[in-house]
């Protein structure tokens, strides 16, 4: 619940989860992953089966100019997470049965190749935020390793829809077109983003999180890492403009813009920011061979859905 963006929307979030949770199928603790204690006490109090971490600093932007969110959370909260994960199994409890953990499309860093695949190499980070995803793959490879904890990463990308980041381009773009700004277009719209719709990405997680990566042992007699990195992404890339029209239509349908709303007086072409990538690119065959589903929601369907629920959301005043 930290104020990197607007706390309203993630109590709205929350305050939606609680009106359709019993009380004892949800509990909110409020705190930080960085807090080691706090989470010592959550996995002893609770002794969780399966840990589905998704708390992070995100946006790769923000890394530029606040550096020591993206350690704190990425790196000393994922880190105390592992060590609950380990000691999980102390007095020969049964412990964490698998980890599921949100990576990030960002760790392809400027790959040539398309489309993305897990088995391309990913040593060259070009943002801090991309450097603390690869980092988290690596730390939950060694803990895999040295403790048998089943674990799998998700690398997500780009994630759209109702209630979504206001940090994100198509968030950004609605509230300044609504306030009568001018939006940028990045790299002078020649970027190709593979946009994953919310609802595809939550059952994408749904389905890995029940079947945890085999626990073996090795012919030395030791664990083989119980490890494994999956894409969930659209494997659809659009192009930034095309990306921009079809918004500016369903932002009409939705009634959130008048029919007449002039768009090219509200639009500035400018060149390619640092950390950005000119595409991503999933490919989620992976994911389809072992969990029989891959993101097929479309770009339109999902802006669509985005927009309808942008019409009833209090923006803040900026
Ligand atoms: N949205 C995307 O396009 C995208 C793409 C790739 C990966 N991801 C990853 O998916 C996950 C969810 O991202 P999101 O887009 O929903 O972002 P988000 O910012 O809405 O969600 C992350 C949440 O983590 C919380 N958080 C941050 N630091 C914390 C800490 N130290 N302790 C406890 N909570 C903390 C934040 O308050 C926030 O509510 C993140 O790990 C992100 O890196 C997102």
Not at 82 to 89: D, K, W
Not at 161 to 187: Q, S
Not at 225 to 243: M, R, T
Request: aromatic fraction near 12%.
């Amino acid at each position: 619940m930290n104020d990197y963006y607007d706390v309203r929307l993630k109590e709205e979030r929350l305050n939606e989860i609680l009106a359709q949770s019993s009380k004892s199928s949800f509990t909110f603790v409020r705190g930080s992953i960085a807090d080691k204690e706090l989470i010592k006490k959550i996995f002893s109090e609770y002794k969780p089966d399966l840990v589905i971490n998704l708390a992070a600093q995100a946006g790769v932007r923000y890394s530029i100019t606040n550096p020591d969110a993206y350690i704190e959370s990425n790196i000393i909260g994922f880190y105390n997470i592992l060590e609950a994960c380990r000691h999980s199994y102390d007095n020969g409890e049964k412990g964490v049965e698998h980890l599921v953990y949100a990576s990030s499309s960002s760790v392809y860093g400027a790959n040539e190749k398309i489309p993305y695949s897990t088995d391309d190499k990913v040593d060259n980070p070009i943002s801090l935020y991309a450097a603390t995803k690869k980092s988290n793959e690596l730390l939950a490879h060694a803990y895999s390793k040295l403790y048998n904890i089943p674990s799998t990463g998700l690398r997500f990308f780009t994630v759209y829809g109702p209630a979504g980041r206001p940090d994100m381009a198509y968030f950004g773009f609605t509230d300044k077109l609504v306030a009568g700004k001018t939006i940028e277009i990045f790299n002078y719209g020649n970027c190709k983003r593979d946009f994953t719709y919310i609802d595809d990405i939550v059952e994408g997680i749904y389905r890995v999180m029940r079947h945890a990566p085999e626990r073996v042992i090795g012919r030395d007699g030791l664990p083989v890492p119980p490890y494994a990195i999956y894409n969930i992404g659209n494997s659809h890339p659009e192009n930034l403009l095309d990306f921009v029209t079809i918004l500016q239509e369903e932002l009409i349908r939705a009634g959130v813009l008048p029919s007449d709303y002039d768009f090219e007086q509200h639009k500035k072409l400018v060149p390619m920011q640092p950390g950005d990538v000119p595409i991503t690119y999933a490919d989620t065959s992976a994911l389809e061979e072992d969990f029989g589903f891959s993101p097929s929601t479309s770009l339109r369907e999902g802006l669509r859905q985005f927009a309808e629920w942008y019409r009833g959301y209090q923006r803040p005043h900026f």
